[in-house]
């Protein structure tokens, strides 16, 4: 996780979407990012999902249905958001949750490249 620089791109705006299951983020240049709760959920930072270095990670399966019930401010850099799973160890910086709008599309693809190859689902 990087530490804010001059080159950190900055929310100006976060708003939950609670029936949608949406994370909505604006930012500093105008773009703006609709990051659906189980993206969020399945590409977690935390070890639990990312392990402790490569090779670890764990594929999260049956999310598709997980909600955000809470967001939680870390410092000026990150949120920290609440899962309906339980889950709460992942904090999000201002360039990772940056980064992930940048490329949900290939986000999703990969995570569900590797839920067939598991032979696993989302539900």
Not at 2 to 31: C, M, W
Not at 48 to 67: A, D, F, I, S, W
Request: glycine residues 10%; negative net charge; proline residues 5%.
């Amino acid at each position: 996780m990087a530490g804010l620089t001059r080159d950190t791109p900055i929310p100006t705006e976060i708003t939950l979407h609670k029936a949608s299951r949406v994370l909505e983020l604006a930012f500093e240049s105008g773009e703006r990012f609709r990051l659906p709760a189980e993206l969020l959920r399945v590409y977690s930072p935390s070890a639990e999902v990312r392990g402790h270095g490569p090779g670890q990670e764990t594929l999260q399966v049956g999310k598709r249905n997980v909600e955000i019930t809470g967001v939680e401010a870390v410092g000026h850099y990150a949120i920290r958001p609440t899962f309906s799973d339980g889950h709460d160890t992942g904090i999000f910086s201002w360039d990772l949750l940056y980064d992930m709008g940048r490329h949900e599309d290939d986000l999703w693809t990969t995570y569900l490249e590797r839920l067939n190859a598991a032979g696993a689902s989302r539900d």
